[in-house]
């Protein structure tokens, strides 16, 4: 059992490992053939890109992964139906009041934007499947499902860049990253061979379900709009006060620096939740600070590892690759890797406050996060410049950190069995 474990957690390294490698090279060749201009561009698409999914999420992707652990396919099945409906009428609702909106304007939507609108909702729907598929221990599936839609399609972009000169555009990128979505069903649905697919289709909406979440999903909603802040409001900051063509290097680095942290997330941080889960159901304080502590240290160690490495494999490609440019910022790339090291833990503490059914205070950590974080961005960034964002962005991931793992200590001493009293 143990081997299997090994082998199951090596197998999400690797798939995760060659993510991260084929989204490095799609960093360095935007940044090189496209320009800084078009890697700002890309910068601020996947802010707007990710922070899509926490607007019209609800908050209830949170209950969606913890209420699917330990339930059949056909049960499990039927939440992820109910919550993608509630996903497909919030894009609705959001795609025709923007249009609405833009109505009133100049604005055209021009073909970048009409790519970008088609990527908001695929991503979203990406992100409610995903999530469920870790919560139902199926990591490795998620993580080939991932690996297709975030990286497989880059060699191709690349090389059809390289080849053909007429192809170094944001839009081929987008293109590309769009039409990756034609094998991901594919691989998706395979995934999903044995699971009663046609009695999940027919089954009814679980409406019972979406009231009951939403009326207690608010704050959790409000959090995840937080925290998708504290991930990307930099950028804007950055681009606001310093251009567009440093805001492409600092998302360069951060690019490179959160594919780290996305690494440790899938491959570590996300499969704890079960266990941790059923630790806590179990009733015993000492089984969730041990499994807690366990992966703690998987998580510490893995990061520090691949920082380095991180780091190394950069410095080798500015050099290569004549990019010198970039070089001039190193320090920025050095205090984002240890900011992505300390959040890798803190997304841990996270998920051990998630199995600990601490909702509101998870969310209040959050929510006062993100006002420190763009104060203190805002702040650094307009005294030390483009180091300062760096610096800050270390800062607060210690903060957040400690607030997390000084919250969660305090909790996990009074686990009880859930029937309890």
């Known amino acids: 059992m143990r081997i299997l474990k090994v082998a199951k957690s090596m197998t999400n390294l690797g798939l995760r490992g060659?993510?991260?490698?084929?989204?490095?090279?799609?960093?360095?060749?935007?940044?090189?053939?496209?320009?800084?201009?078009?890697?700002?561009?890309?910068?601020?698409?996947?802010?707007?890109?990710?922070?899509?999914?926490?607007?019209?999420?609800w908050g209830l992707n949170y209950f969606t992964s913890r209420d699917v652990v330990g339930k059949p396919p056909e049960e499990a099945g039927t939440l992820v139906k109910s919550r993608l409906l509630v996903t497909t009428a919030s894009l609705a609702l959001a795609t025709g009041l923007g249009f609405i909106a833009l109505s009133a304007t100049d604005f055209h939507l021009s073909t970048i934007y009409a790519l970008i609108l088609v990527l908001l909702w695929l991503e979203t729907y990406a992100l409610d499947v995903h999530?469920?598929?870790?919560?139902?221990?199926?990591?490795i599936q998620a993580n080939i499902i991932i690996f297709v839609r975030s990286a497989l399609w880059a060699p191709f972009v690349i090389a059809a860049g390289i080849l053909f000169p007429a192809a170094r555009t944001i839009?081929?990128?987008?293109?590309?990253?769009?039409?990756?979505?034609?094998?991901?069903?594919?691989?998706?649905?395979?995934?999903l061979r044995?699971?009663?697919?046609?009695?999940?289709?027919?089954?009814?909406?679980?409406?019972?379900?979406?009231?009951?979440?939403?009326k207690r999903s608010w704050l959790i909603y409000f959090s995840d709009l937080c925290l998708v802040g504290i991930s990307y409001a930099d950028r804007y900051i950055v681009n606001f006060i310093l251009g567009l063509a440093l805001t492409g290097v600092y998302?360069?680095?951060?690019?490179?620096?959160?594919?780290?942290?996305?690494?440790?997330?899938?491959?570590?941080?996300?499969?704890?939740?079960?266990?941790?889960?059923?630790?806590?159901?179990?009733?015993?304080?000492?089984?969730?600070?041990?499994?807690?502590?366990?992966?703690?240290?998987?998580?510490?160690?893995?990061?520090?590892?691949?920082?380095?490495?991180?780091?190394?494999?950069?410095?080798i490609l500015i050099r290569y690759m004549?990019?010198?440019?970039?070089?001039?910022?190193?320090?920025?790339?050095?205090l984002m890797l240890f900011a992505a090291i300390v959040r890798s833990c803190s997304d841990l503490f996270s998920v051990g406050l998630t199995s600990l059914r601490k909702d509101n205070h998870y969310a209040?950590?959050?929510?006062?996060?993100?006002?420190f974080s763009v104060v203190l961005c805002y702040t650094l960034t307009s005294l030390l410049g483009l180091e300062g964002a760096g610096l800050a962005s270390l800062v607060t991931a210690i903060a957040i950190a400690t607030a997390n793992g000084s919250y969660m200590v305090l909790m996990a001493g009074k686990i009880q069995p859930e029937n309890a009293g």
Not at 271 to 286: D, E, F, I, R, T
Not at 364 to 371: A, Y
Request: proline share 4%; with cysteine; aromatic share 12%.
């Open 322 to 334: 004549g990019m010198e440019a970039l070089g001039e910022h190193r320090l920025v790339f050095v």
């Open 18 to 57: 060659f993510t991260l490698v084929f989204r490095f090279l799609l960093s360095f060749y935007i940044a090189k053939y496209l320009g800084f201009e078009a890697t700002g561009i890309y910068g601020l698409a996947v802010g707007m890109i990710t922070f899509t999914p926490a607007l019209v999420g």
């Open 364 to 371: 209040g950590i959050i929510m006062g996060g993100v006002l």
């Open 194 to 214: 044995h699971w009663p697919l046609r009695t999940i289709a027919r089954a009814g909406i679980r409406y019972d379900w979406i009231r009951m979440r939403l």
């Open 171 to 191: 839009e081929w990128v987008f293109a590309g990253w769009i039409l990756s979505y034609v094998p991901t069903v594919i691989v998706l649905l395979f995934c």
């Open 251 to 315: 998302t360069f680095f951060w690019t490179l620096a959160n594919a780290l942290q996305t690494l440790i997330a899938t491959a570590v941080v996300q499969v704890a939740l079960p266990s941790l889960v059923k630790a806590h159901a179990n009733g015993s304080p000492v089984e969730w600070q041990g499994a807690m502590r366990r992966h703690l240290i998987r998580t510490l160690a893995m990061a520090v590892i691949l920082g380095v490495a991180v780091y190394a494999v950069c410095e």
């Open 131 to 139: 999530l469920p598929l870790i919560a139902q221990e199926m990591p």
